[in-house]
């Protein structure tokens, strides 16, 4: 039972931790004692148990998200005068990834039920210049993953999958990361599978393109003093991969917990005036990184939660073609409707693996008597 008066977090990583204390305690003690801290034997054993996991022929770790994405599209020949088109209702990392290949994001709207990459704005966005898609499978919620592939088949484009906020997340009967041409990956503490710091990670089937990822991760080699291509220093370290070696297990329980949280949240908030819930197309399975509902006057029920004890949040509140980092692209004025009201209106209420059914009901409760 929770106390009536207790503060219900966003996140709770510490809750997560505590119930694998030991396991995780043994799994860096073991790291420290056996001397190898970049790479090495416990990154490829984590390599293989997530490819296994993701149902792809490889892994390779890396620094982080952000850099999966970047070193994915660089290893597809991602560069300067190619078009990437990706959706702007997502985390900055997506676009800033893009923009560092000197490619060009090109920012769609997203589908007003799913909130993921609508297939025809995707469609109409391909120029002779376009060269990627890169589908974000945003707060868990694949995206449709027949349609973005048959998009990707019929121009001859390649798909890297952001994956970032959908570990586990299934379309049809295949696990995101697994349908492009690579699928990236963000171990971010408060992610469906975190680290206990930064690192990410890229799959995919080809082997030669997955030895180029590993190359361009690691300063573009393959021997120790021989560099065949300028890449850079972004691997993934033995200790957190001794912690992600850790957590992998857990994952699908703790993805089937936040679908039960989730459960409840549709059937308590069911109904409600003013209230938008998250929509599921039915070939997907949604692994909820995020409980995102849409209200109207939202500042106002954050800010009536917060008093409530209740921390939510926004994911978020300017969408890239908004942003002045890429100001110089000329989005400001783009015309994506849904993106737009979904910035301003999208909530996400507290969802994580240990939130329990009271806390959902007091979070249900607060918000209707807040409404
Ligand atoms: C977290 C996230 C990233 C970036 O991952 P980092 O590990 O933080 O660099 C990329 N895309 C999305 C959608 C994310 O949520």
Redesign the pocket.
Known sequence: MTDPASPIPLVDVRALHESIRSELDAAISQVIDGGGFVGGKTVAAFESDFAAYCGTGGCVGVG???DA?YIALLALDVGPGDEVITASH??I??AEAIAKTGGRPVLVDVQDDTMVMDPDALSDAVTPRTKAIVP?H?YGQPCDMDAVMAVAGQHGLVVVE?G??AHGATWGDQKVGSFGHLGCF?F?PG?NLGALG?A?AVVGDDPALLQKVRMLANHGRKEKYLHEMIGTNSRLDSLQAAVLRVKLPHLDAWNVARRHAAQRYLELLAGLDGVRLPACDPKAQHVYHLFAIRVSARDALLAGLKEDGISAGVHYPVPVHAQPAFADLGYADADLPVTAEAAATVLSLPMHPMLSDGDVERVAAAIKVRL
């Open positions: 982080n998200g952000t994405l997502t985390f990392a997506t974000v945003l952001d970032a906020q963000s971010f992610k930064d990410g």
